[in-house]
């Protein structure tokens, strides 16, 4: 847009026109290296409008050698001679190598641009929002967040509309590109963030306790019938969705017309025959749990229960999990004491689980938009950071997979085989996951979800259909609330 009016400007001035003109200031948005942003407790999603101030340019910017200048300029290409900008870019300490040399090839194209480096971790950086916004140069012009801050950051204005599609080709690898996680990251046509890495949950087993139980997992067991062996966090809808996602329950989803709609209202004859047989699965792990009384189905000592029983000295020999618990895990079972799987391996009412194509993405700051070198730096700081080339580089500094590179690429490097079990087991499991809902009211599922399957424990349904319609009276609530 800048670039046509200073050619109709030029225009003008070449047929003796008398032109006038004003246009806002440029705000450049950039920030010193910080190694310490304060941080907050106060909610994360705080409006994040800022006062545009415009001004009015002097009539003496419009005469002809100013003008010719600027178009000149304008038609540059940037690659040939870079950039002249100033940027800032959050960085995690463990990140810091990594960006540091990717910082460094992007300023050899673009000797005269400077990038700044602010150190902090990445929900602290987004506490800075709580207590100001997005205009405060402790908050980076780049910057790294995670797939569910996609619907309140985009509502507060804090994210830049960028090229996503220029920088898919750019980096190349993806098959699909807004199949996977860069179609996530779009809302109404537009992108606002790219893929940094991607996160779905995965299987972990305790290889004591599977030689102990004479179970292979050579091929998918079912959950029912296994009850004993197996750890679900069930009462948590991040962890009970891989096994609605097995027959495509939808707990809460939108229609063609945008309408919002849960399949947990209706009637349970109503409901499909394969989504009527997840629902008795989970009824009848709840209740193996309840009369073992177990404290797995408990909100506050669930997760204990989950440790102690992976422990080498438990009877459990498979629990599900996130790819960051490895090393957790591996602290219970012990030292080369654990395997992983990816989530296939355990099925639901015979269907595999399922989780959700989650991750993260590097994202614009705002503010930088009407600042086409910024945005031009910063989309080459992106590119740079997803740099392919670097993919197991990235992996060892950050724990992070690349979406779009291939698993061989990763078998055949020099990582441990710990971590490329965890790879494989990441990239198979994210291969058969749905997108995730990154609408703003599926916030609401998380507790509606939770107290349905937790009133069980109060209720005591005699039978599955009695279970689904705890379900389904909180779920009417919920509804009730849109």
Request: glycine residues 8%; hydrophobic residues 45%.
């Amino acid at each position: 847009m800048k670039k046509i009016l200073v050619m109709l400007l030029v225009l003008g001035l070449a047929l003796g026109a008398v032109a006038c003109a004003g246009t806002p200031a440029a705000t450049t948005g950039a920030a010193p290296e910080v190694t310490d942003a304060p941080a907050t407790e106060a909610p994360t999603d705080a409006p994040t409008e800022a006062p545009v101030e415009e001004t009015e340019a002097p009539v003496e910017e419009t005469e002809a050698p100013a003008t010719e200048a600027a178009v000149e300029e304008t038609e540059a290409p940037a690659v040939e001679g870079g950039v002249e900008a100033e940027i800032s870019v959050q960085v995690e300490e463990a990140w810091e190598g990594y960006y540091d040399e990717a910082i460094a090839r992007v300023l050899e194209k673009n000797p005269d641009a400077t990038i700044n480096k602010i150190v902090i971790g990445s929900f602290e950086h987004f506490d800075i929002l709580s207590s100001t916004d997005a205009t405060n140069p402790d908050f980076a012009d780049v910057f790294a967040m995670p797939a569910d801050r996609l619907a309140g950051l985009h509502k507060n204005d804090v994210l830049a509309a960028i090229d996503s599609q220029r920088m898919a080709a750019t980096v190349g690898g993806f098959d699909d590109y807004d199949a996977g996680l860069g179609g996530n990251f779009m809302i109404e046509g537009e992108y606002f963030a790219f893929p940094m890495n991607i996160e779905t949950l995965i299987l972990f087993g305790n290889k004591a306790n599977l030689e102990a139980s004479e179970i292979v997992l050579d091929a998918p067991i079912e959950l029912i019938g296994n009850e004993e062996k197996v750890l679900l966090p069930l009462f948590d809808a991040w962890f009970g969705v891989a096994a609605t996602n097995s027959s495509d329950i939808e707990l809460l989803g939108k229609d063609e017309n945008g309408e919002l709609y849960s399949d947990m209202t209706l009637a349970w004859e109503d409901l499909p025959a394969e989504k009527q047989a997840t629902i008795e699965a989970l009824y009848e792990y709840w209740k193996y749990n309840n009369e073992a009384n177990t404290s797995l189905f408990d909100a506050d000592s669930g997760w204990g229960y989950i440790d102690e029983e992976f422990k080498s000295e438990g009877g459990s020999i498979i629990r599900l999990g996130g790819p960051w618990e490895t090393g957790s895990n591996t602290e219970l079972a012990g030292e080369g004491n654990v395997d992983v799987f990816p989530i296939s391996m355990l099925t639901v009412a015979e269907k595999p689980l399922r989780h959700w194509k989650g991750g993260w993405g590097l994202a614009i700051n705002a503010r930088v938009e009407e600042n086409e070198d910024q945005m031009e730096l910063a989309h080459q700081l992106i590119e740079e950071i997803m740099n392919t080339e670097y993919a197991v580089d990235f992996f060892r500094s950050a724990g992070k997979i690349m979406e779009n590179v291939p698993v061989d690429v990763y078998l055949a490097s020099d990582l441990s085989d710990s971590d490329k079990a965890v790879i494989s087991a990441v990239i198979a499991s994210y291969a058969e996951a749905p997108l995730r809902p990154l609408f703003e009211e599926w916030g609401q599922v998380w507790d509606t979800y939770k107290n349905g399957i937790l009133s069980w424990n109060n209720v005591k349904p005699e039978s599955v259909e009695d279970a689904y319609n705890e379900l389904k009276s909180s779920f009417e609530a919920m509804m009730g609330n849109f």
